[in-house]
């Protein structure tokens, strides 16, 4: 390397030195002019004015650009108080510390994230959903990878170590336990998390299968295995040994070898979105808008205007469902008569439409498709759900059973706020309004926005 290239590299450093003490120096100059003295005053403004020429200069050397820059360090260490020197690490905590709060108040404010735990609003939302690997080979490291990035995938699979029938074994009667799961099992590391606890069976010894709290695997495996619904139709068996007493479901007659891989699935991420947190605070929620909640105090609401539910929530979450009724409507769904119900789970309600002021309910695609499958429901028996399952009639909305919404004009409301009556697109599998009654205006937090992760067709403005 020559000199002059050498030369010129160290110019280029010194300068790049020299503008960053320059900076340092007029702000701290800014923030302390008021309380130096005069000559500290003075003596700061000179060595600034001198490092701002010489970076001016092009001509000058590297050493005259170097002495110049430690005379202003000497003036800052003299009267830049605790803003002169900061360490980089001092600099990095308050640049965190801004960031966060930054964050935390357009959180607060204006948009809010939101991961949707279940299928509740399916197909308009996505929660927690399956995908099952049958007869094909699961996926390599690479391809979870990347599916972990785009989807928010996460690969479950279960190992037979030794050879035998496949049994669930019953845990006081149910199909799982909750239980809470530490690290390095745990989902979120250090921070313990609760899961759904499985407990299988292979040739007498037992396989233990744990997935995240809020995932149906119970719908999955009679899926898989039975090609039914419920998995309490599969047949049980009374096991001989003290520990089985309480009995197991036989969920396959094949013979499973040990090595066989009998479970296999990746559980893909709900939709995360951003809730709309500033709207509500200018407009009314509309009817049709796919509201985000709070869950609080909807029982105490609830209980205060003596509304005739079928549960309560009993915890603070939040929820997200579709505006179905503001204050002061009317609301109703009419089973047709001429329903066919052959191969209908009943015990999730008989279809019917949904009338608000005694007319179909409009806004919404998910109310034009939820009223198009109750009419194809009415026209042939051999009609199969596809996508929206059409709102069925139960709890609070049974047949025919008209509901009025609270107002807080309304003499009779004693709580003085107004009420919001809410429910899941799909309401074949959602706990909404039909079983635990109004939302009070207050645990509104805002509508859904738009759908930020995974990366699929949904991605975008939400609906």
């Known amino acids: ?47 600034i004015e001198g490092v701002r020429a010489s970076i001016k200069d092009k001509t000058i050397s590297a050493m005259e650009l170097e002495k110049k820059a430690r005379i202003l360090d000497e003036a800052l260490r003299k009267s830049g108080g605790h803003y002169y020197h900061k360490k980089n690490w001092v600099e990095n905590v308050e640049m965190l510390l801004v960031a966060a709060i930054v964050i935390l108040g357009i959180r607060s404010f204006f948009v809010q994230p939101f991961i949707i735990p279940t299928n509740s609003m399916y197909p308009s939302f996505y929660g927690m959903t399956p995908y099952v690997y049958e007869d094909e080979k699961p996926p390599s ?15 479950y699979r279960m190992e037979a170590e030794t050879s035998g029938t496949l049994y669930l074994v019953l845990q006081n009667g149910s199909s799982h336990q909750y239980v809470q799961s530490n690290f390095p099992n745990g989902r979120f590391f250090i921070i313990p998390t609760m899961v759904r606890k499985y407990i299988f069976e292979i040739g007498g010894k037992e396989h233990s299968f744990t997935v995240p709290a809020e995932f149906d695997l119970d719908e999955l495996l009679a899926q898989k295995f039975a090609g039914i619904e419920n998995l309490r139709d599969l047949p049980m068996v009374v096991g001989q040994d003290a520990s089985l007493a309480q009995g197991r479901l036989k969920l396959s007659d094949r013979k499973f070898n040990k090595g066989d891989v ?57 929820y997200i469902k579709r ?31 949904l009338f608000r002021n005694h007319k179909p309910i409009t806004g919404s695609i998910a109310f034009t ?9 009415s026209k042939s028996a051999n009609h199969r759900i596809d996508g929206y399952p059409g709102y069925r009639a139960d709890g ?5 059973n008209i509901v009025s919404v609270p107002h807080k004009k309304d ?6 706020k107004n009420g919001y009556f809410a429910m899941g697109d799909n309401s074949t599998d959602s706990l909404d309004g039909r079983a635990w009654g109004f939302v009070p205006e207050n645990e509104l937090v805002g509508r859904a926005l738009f759908i930020y992760y995974p990366f699929t067709k949904r991605w975008g403005l939400s609906n």
């Open 411 to 416: 003499p009779s409301n004693k709580t003085g």
């Open 323 to 353: 505006l179905v009724g503001e204050p002061g409507d009317k609301l109703e769904i009419r089973v047709p008569e001429n329903i066919f119900t052959n191969g209908t789970d009943l015990q999730k309600g008989v279809p019917g439409i």
């Open 141 to 155: 490291i690479l391809q979870r990878c990347v599916d972990k990035v785009l989807l928010g995938a996460s690969h």
């Open 1 to 47: 390397m020559t000199n002059s290239t050498s030369d010129r590299k160290a110019n280029r450093r010194e300068r790049k030195g020299a503008k960053e003490l320059l900076r340092i120096g007029i702000k701290t100059w800014l923030y302390r002019k008021d309380r130096l003295a005069a000559i500290e005053e003075r003596a700061l403004k000179i060595a």
């Open 369 to 377: 498709e939820n009223q198009n499958q109750t009419e194809a429901f």
């Open 396 to 400: 609070m909305l049974s047949n025919r």
């Open 262 to 318: 009998p479970l296999a699935f990746d559980v893909l991420l709900g939709d995360a979105l951003f809730v709309d947190r500033m709207s509500y605070n200018f407009i009314s929620p509309k009817v049709g808008d796919p509201i985000v909640f709070r869950t609080a105090s909807i029982d105490q609401f609830n209980a205060q205007l003596n509304s005739q539910t079928f549960t309560q929530i009993g915890e603070d979450k939040y």
